[in-house]
Every structure is written in C-alpha cells, then in structure tokens.
C-alpha cells in the first residue's frame, strides 16, 4: 500500500497554514475576495483626525459599509463612504464620527433621517454631519476645572476660611434642626394653611373659568370682542375730531390755534394751578371687583372709580350688576278699587356715589351704595394690605336694610381677594355667602394700559 511520505505531510501542513493565514488577513484587514455590491455617498467634516480608509461604516451598531476615501475639500475632510446595496437610507440621514471606547479606533456611524420620500444613491451627499470630541479639549477643559477647584479649597483654608466653612456648616445644620422643630410643633396649623390655600386656589379657578366662558359682566367684557370694536370706532371719532382741532376748525380749534386766547387760557391755568398746589394732586383709580355668591350661584360684578383729591378724602363713583336687579312696585286706580303689582327687572345696574373719610385706620363712607341710600366702615390692616369693611343701605322698600361684611387682602400690587356674607338678614332669602377677587390700578396704571390698548388698536 502506498504510504504518504513525512515531506508530503508536511508540505500539506504548510499549505494550509498558508490559507488559513491568507483568509485571516482579509478577514481581519475588512478585505474581500470578491466584489461587493456597494454605492458611493460622501460626507463632509471640519475635521477627521484618526479616521483611517477602511474602516467600518455602522448603522444602530450594524456595519453596512467601509470608508472608501478620505480627501481634502475646501479645507475641510471630504469622505466618501461605500454602502452596501440594499441597505436603504433617506436623504435627510445624518453622518457622525464615533470612537470606539474613550481611546478606541474612530468609525463612522450612520443615523436614518424622516423623509421616506427618497433614499441615498450613488454620488449622494450626506449635509448634516458632526465630528467626534477632541480628547485633547475634553483633558484641557478637565484639567482648568481641577486648577479652579484647587483654587477654591486654597481660599477656603487660607486665612480662617477653614474656620468659617465649619461656622457655615454649623449654622444651616442648626437652621434645620429649628425648621424641622417649628414643622413639629406646629404641624396640624401648617397643614390647615395648606388646605385653606388649596381651598382658596379651587375657588379662584372656579371664578377664573367663569368668566373665561363669558359668564357675568366681567366675563362678557374680556370675552366680548364687540367691546374692542366699540373701543377701535371710538378712537378713530377722537383722531377725527383732533384733526380738526389741528386745522383750527370749529371753536375749540379756533381757541387753540388763537396764540390771544392761548395767552389768556395760560394765564387763568397758572392761577388755577397756584391755587391747586396747596393740596397734593388728585389721584384716579379704578377697582373692579367679582363676587361669587354661593347661595344663588351668580357672579356679582361692581366697578368703581376712586378720585382722590387729598390723601385723607376721596370719591367714588361706579356700579353694579345685581342678580335681582331693581325692584319696583306700580299702583292701579279703577274707581273704588286699588291694586298693586310688583316689577322686576333682573340684571339691571346699580350705581354707587359716595365721600370717604378717612381717620388713621378706619375709613367712614357715605352716600349711595347700589342705588339705595347707605354708609359704610372700612377698617385697614397690616399695611393697607387688609381690608374689613361693614356696609349698610337701604333695600327695596318693605324689605329689611340690605347689611354686608366682607374682608379682601391684597397680596399682589394689582390683585386682592377675600369674601364675606351680603345682605345677612334678608326676609326674602337673598343672603349669601360670597368669595371675592378684584384688580385695583392707579392712574399710572391705568396711562401704561391704554397706551397699550392704543399701539396695539393701531
């Protein structure tokens, strides 16, 4: 029998090594043996510093290609990736450089993009791209951090800072073993607070919903847009009517563009003026006020206007919209007989027009007070921030007086809210619990709004 020699085994031992080594290079080295169906897409970066041809082009980790070329374009790195067929990208696909590892070999990964109108093809270009961090930078910026820090523990220790970061220490420990003492000891107050403000949020965002649906005066006013039309035609009237002015048309006009008469008008205003500076100037300010009554859910509205002429006396004159409205009773005569009939005229306003005194803390008010004859008591607290008030006017006729306690606190420059019990000893069942929310602006306030409301109306 034929018998293999050693040298014939061994010349076959090193052939296949041979092989074995061959197919590991080109395994190894992202060579291949045949050719692979690929299109060409390029990519261009700021830079590509450790990025080398060949290697791997990956999509979600997948390798779906190799770098084919790396060449400059316009002082930047142009590079153009070979992608195997089939694998579909959108246009708007993204190119970024990665590293493998903090000081791992750079690749390049791909990231699908949304439109799925069109895909990558042969000679496409890849615009948004985005290199891969500069370690160097990242140790530079680490190592500036560590010297600022350095720097900080040295200040502290330097001079008694030690000293003083302990005292530092000591002190908020103490602060919050004393915050965490008061929440003990007065834990069911603090919770009472908090349920009373949760209370008092739910109230207000009833009311501010209320009136985002239209509800009440207030409600029609800011949701009306009748009202900014009324305000646009209005303006326009006072822009025709000082064009005229300016043409010196009609009396005023003539007046005004009469230097004679402006001489004498200047005259008389000085005079007025000398007289008016013994006093502070009056003030003007306007208080709209929401109150919600519980009882026959209606949102009562008033709005006043302050003039005060000196800081102790002051005007008001407003109105109000009542849910009852006026009352009013009609007598009939037909020979011997008489009978009565009682109106009601539901949602009608009711106008207020009174002088306010005031001494030190209270406030005594009198005149009319939604259209009945009354007086009121205003009591101010804790700065003018809070304010009790007791009112008293007549009620319709044949009814008891028409009595009110409320109490609003103002806790912002414009804002107040509070609420009461109105008209506490009715005999026709019209008393009411009432929760109240108001705006208050000065007449500065009230000069920004309507320069305001005047750019924007133009």
């Known amino acids: 029998m034929y018998k293999v020699g050693t040298e014939i085994k061994v010349g076959l031992f090193v052939l296949a090594a041979l ?13 291949q043996s045949y050719k692979e169906q690929t299109y060409n897409v390029d990519a261009v970066f700021t830079e590509a510093s450790g990025l080398k041809i060949g290697v791997a082009v990956q999509v979600a980790g997948i390798n779906v290609g190799r770098v084919d070329d790396i060449s400059l374009y316009n002082d930047q790195a142009r590079v153009v990736m070979a992608i195997r067929k089939g694998v579909n990208l959108p246009i708007d696909s993204r190119a970024f450089i990665r590293t493998q590892g903090v000081l791992g070999d750079k690749y390049i990964e791909l990231s ?11 000679g496409d270009h890849i615009t948004e791209t985005q290199n891969a961090a500069d370690l160097s930078e990242l140790l530079e910026k680490l190592g500036s951090v560590a010297d600022d820090l350095k720097s900080l523990t040295q200040s502290l220790t330097a001079d008694g800072g030690g000293e003083d970061l302990r005292a530092i220490v000591t002190n908020v420990k103490q602060l919050s073993e004393n915050l965490n003492n ?3 000891d007065n834990g069911p107050g ?28 207030l409600g029609g006013l800011v949701n009306d847009d009748s009202v900014l039309i009324e305000l646009r035609t209005a303006l326009h009237g006072i822009r025709e009517i000082t064009d005229k002015i300016s043409s010196g048309q009609g009396t005023i006009g003539r007046l005004v563009n009469d230097e004679t008469t402006i001489d004498k008008i200047d005259k008389a205003l000085t005079g007025i003026s000398e ?10 300010g306007l208080d709209i006020r929401a109150d919600y009554m519980t009882q026959y859910d209606y949102l009562k509205t008033t709005a006043n206007i302050k003039l005060q002429t000196r800081p102790d006396r002051w005007y008001l004159l407003g109105v109000t919209s009542d849910y009852f409205g006026r009352y009013s009773r009609t007598d009939y005569y037909s020979g011997a007989n008489r009978w009565e009939r009682d109106n009601f005229e539901r949602g009608k306003l009711k106008f207020n027009a009174m002088i306010a005194q005031r001494y030190y803390d209270f406030v005594i008010r009198g005149g009319v007070i939604e259209s009945g004859a009354g007086l009121g008591v205003d009591w101010y607290l804790f700065n003018d921030d809070l304010r ?9 006729f044949d009814h008891n007086p028409h009595l009110r306690v409320m109490a609003n606190y103002r806790f912002w420059k414009f804002l107040y809210f509070g609420g009461g019990y109105d008209d506490f000893i009715s005999d026709s069942h019209r008393a009411s ?17 309507l320069s305001g409301a005047g750019s924007l109306i133009k």
């Open 388 to 396: 009790i008030t007791f009112e008293a006017f007549s009620g319709d």
């Open 112 to 122: 699908p993009g949304q439109n799925t109108e069109r895909n990558l093809a042969d």
């Open 182 to 184: 008061l929440v003990k």
């Open 19 to 31: 092989a074995t080594l061959v197919w590991m290079t080109f395994r190894l080295g992202g060579f």
């Open 190 to 217: 603090v919770s009472e607070t908090l349920a009373s403000l949760g209370r008092t949020a739910d109230n207000l965002e009833r009311i501010t919903t209320q009136i985002s649906s239209g509800k009440g005066t």
């Open 433 to 449: 619990p009432f929760i109240s929310f108001g705006l208050f602006f000065t007449d500065d306030d009230l000069k920004y709004l």
């Open 275 to 284: 007289y008016l500076d013994k006093e502070e100037e009056m003030t003007v």
